[in-house]
């Protein structure tokens, strides 16, 4: 039903032939689109963390599972592809593992920022999130972002987290980390004042690390979460994007949200409120 129409053996035919005439074997290995070696050999390569609830996480079988890993089961399945191989990576090399081809797609709630536009790119939006100020429950200094000055911030590495605060938090001391646990197993010690990370995010691991926090402030922005790609992959992009479109029409998306994000969480009007805060912080 919702399989792509494909003449990629022919297209690769012609492709293969291109490339044994100009290009180096190197080369051959990454020339063309990758929808076609994805319909041809029925697998698609996905990376995302593992360690970022409620988006991608290990369950209790030690497979992947959450938000994310669920809508690009589906989305493998409308685009006419059997199987999803998971790559476990972190945010920091996201950008170049999708240059370097090791892997097709990145999905974990991952913000197309106009950095990471200049080297890769997004499909349509398929979530969003609020970013939040997390301090301990005992914490009193900190109320809002204007008192994060001179605090110890704690952020996850390569995320838009991090270049958020960087670029906000000036006078703060910014702290990364390659796994979300340990910023708020450092939270609940001391080593770290405040956490800035999503909502939903953040009170996963809080919960899951048995962490008296509490969020304090105003939402610091709204950011959408779209699928990462190589660029120069038109083909892949359509495909990716049919899929999206269908699963954000039928309500496929608004349920999986509700299942794995939150049950009262209204994913389709919370994309549709952070398009509009987006497009007036750019004046469009």
């Known amino acids: ?16 032939g291109l490339c044994a005439l100009f290009l180096t074997a190197a080369a051959c290995a990454h020339a063309g689109d990758s929808l076609d070696r994805i319909m041809n050999t029925q697998v698609i ?4 963390t593992q360690t970022s609830p409620p988006w991608s996480m290990l369950g209790a079988d030690n497979k992947p599972t959450g938000y994310d890993v669920a809508v690009a089961k589906e989305l493998a399945k409308r685009m006419g592809v059997a199987k999803v191989e998971f790559v476990a990576d972190t945010y920091k090399n996201f950008v170049s593992g999708l240059k370097t081809s090791k892997y097709d797609l990145v999905m974990n709630d991952l913000t197309p920022t106009t950095e990471r536009k200049k080297q890769i790119d997004f499909s349509i939006p398929y979530g969003v ?9 005992k914490d009193t200094d900190i109320v809002d972002q204007a008192t994060l000055a001179g605090k110890r911030v704690g952020v996850s590495s390569g995320s838009s987290n991090e270049s958020w605060s960087r670029a906000h938090l000036t006078n703060s001391d910014i702290r990364t980390y390659d796994n979300g646990s340990l910023i708020f197993r450092d939270l609940a010690i001391g080593r770290i004042d405040a956490v800035i990370i999503s909502h939903f995010g953040g009170m996963k691991y809080a919960n899951a690390n048995n962490v008296p926090t509490k969020e304090v402030g105003q939402p610091l922005t709204y950011q959408l ?16 994007n049919k899929g999206l479109e269908s699963m954000l029409k039928d309500g496929t998306i608004e349920k999986l949200s509700k299942e794995f994000v939150g049950a009262d969480y209204a994913m389709l009007e919370s994309i549709e409120k952070a398009k509009a805060e987006i497009a007036a912080a750019s004046g469009n």
């Open 1 to 16: 039903m919702y399989s792509l129409t494909s003449t990629a053996s022919t297209k690769n035919m012609l492709k293969t």
């Open 45 to 48: 390569r996905i990376a995302n």
């Open 129 to 137: 999130e609020q970013f939040r100020i997390f301090v301990h429950k």
């Open 225 to 240: 979460a779209a699928a990462g790609l190589a660029k120069n992959q038109p083909e892949l992009l359509a495909a990716v």
